[in-house]
């Protein structure tokens, strides 16, 4: 089968891009299913391994990738509740099942968690084996391509707005970064349930979809360098729950200054810097700042019967596609702000 791997070492494309090349077909392993990859979705993560020289928990070479839609080809020994030639989305995070955090119903947060496309082979290729557990049936109607985005994209923001920041209808919801897949995910999910969303991005285009999924005030980082007090114009005490996909320090400094007393800043974006917070404020106007990881089994589950109801979109958030021949460009695409969520279809 084709492939694009990445060779490395991390942090050396594109000077060394991604080399598409036969590679063997995964055979599955007893318990795991084959599927045969329809779409996967381009993040940011992605670059930090191949361009930022984030360390991947397997070293390369390795098949990046890990927002996956497909079909399923082919059953290991022992696969029950799935069958061949199911329409799949592929859970990319794999949790024990054993530790604590797994018994505990966090398995985010599994001690031993492998993730499709970091420390196995993802699904930058035509083909990829996965644990049955992490093949989730697609509803009958669902588009097969653009579904992909549902994993991450959508997943991830649901497990932060809802689980963690705990939206309700009538919260106003600042959302950082609301110009790329999880951003403007999370943008339909917060108008999905009821809530009032100011939008925070920089690039105009980009903001003008985040309006198109029902965003109710846009802030262009461009043109706003005050930012926190158009928040506070716009909102008066601040915004209820302030949501961060961007990772970077300055959005979070700024949520911390625009969320009101008692209110939540849930930080989904990731990034390596350090944001320093003035304790008197935290204290004294006593907001939450919480950290969220990827998703649960149950966020998924949500997140596609909402799809199903027409709740949320996500063939609006998948705005290209490209052949697995052109996956350098579209990475390149990716990291100069010119895509929300590219797929690359192989
Ligand atoms: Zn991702
Ligand atoms: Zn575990």
Redesign the pocket.
């Known amino acids: 089968m084709k492939a694009a791997v990445f060779q490395g070492p991390p942090g050396s494309w594109p000077a060394k891009p991604l080399v598409v090349q036969e590679v063997p077909r995964p055979e599955p392993a007893p318990g795991e299913v084959l599927v045969r990859v329809a779409a996967c979705g381009m993040c940011r993560t992605d670059l930090e391994y191949m361009k930022e020289g984030m360390r991947p928990p397997k070293a390369p070479p390795l098949v990046l990738g890990h927002e996956i839609s497909g079909t399923v080809e082919k059953l290991g020994d022992g696969v029950e509740g799935v069958k061949e030639g199911e329409a799949v989305i592929v859970a990319f995070s794999l ?5 604590a ?2 018994r505990g119903g966090t ?1 985010n947060l ?4 492998e993730v499709v496309g970091a420390s196995r082979d993802g699904g930058m290729a035509e083909y990829v084996a996965v644990p049955a557990s992490a093949a989730i049936p697609l509803p009958p109607r669902a588009p097969l391509v653009e579904s992909a985005v549902l994993t991450d994209s959508f997943g991830t923001s649901y497990h932060a707005l809802v689980h963690l920041g705990a939206i309700q209808p009538g919260d106003v919801v600042a959302i950082y970064g609301a110009s790329g897949g999880l951003g403007l995910s999370a943008v339909q999910i917060a108008k999905a349930l009821g809530a009032t969303v100011i939008a925070v991005g920089r690039q105009p285009w980009k903001l003008a979809k985040a309006k198109e999924m029902g965003a109710d005030y846009l802030l262009s980082t461009l043109e706003h360098p005050q930012l926190e007090k158009e928040i506070r114009r716009l909102t008066g005490e601040g915004a209820t729950l302030s949501l961060d996909a961007s990772g970077a320090p300055e959005m979070i400094a700024c949520a911390c200054r625009s969320t009101r007393p008692g209110g939540k800043i849930v930080v989904m974006g990731y990034g390596v810097k350090t944001v320093s917070v003035p304790l008197h404020r935290l204290m004294w106007l006593q907001y939450s700042i919480l950290g969220a990881r990827t998703y649960r089994l149950v966020d998924l589950k949500r997140v596609l019967a909402m799809a199903e109801k027409g709740m949320i979109n996500p063939a609006a958030v998948a705005s290209h596609r490209f052949p697995l021949a052109e996956v350098n460009e579209a990475y390149r695409m990716l990291d100069e702000g010119k895509v929300l969520r590219g797929l690359v279809v192989p």
């Open positions: 949790p024990c099942g054993r530790c955090f797994c398995e599994c001690e031993r968690l």
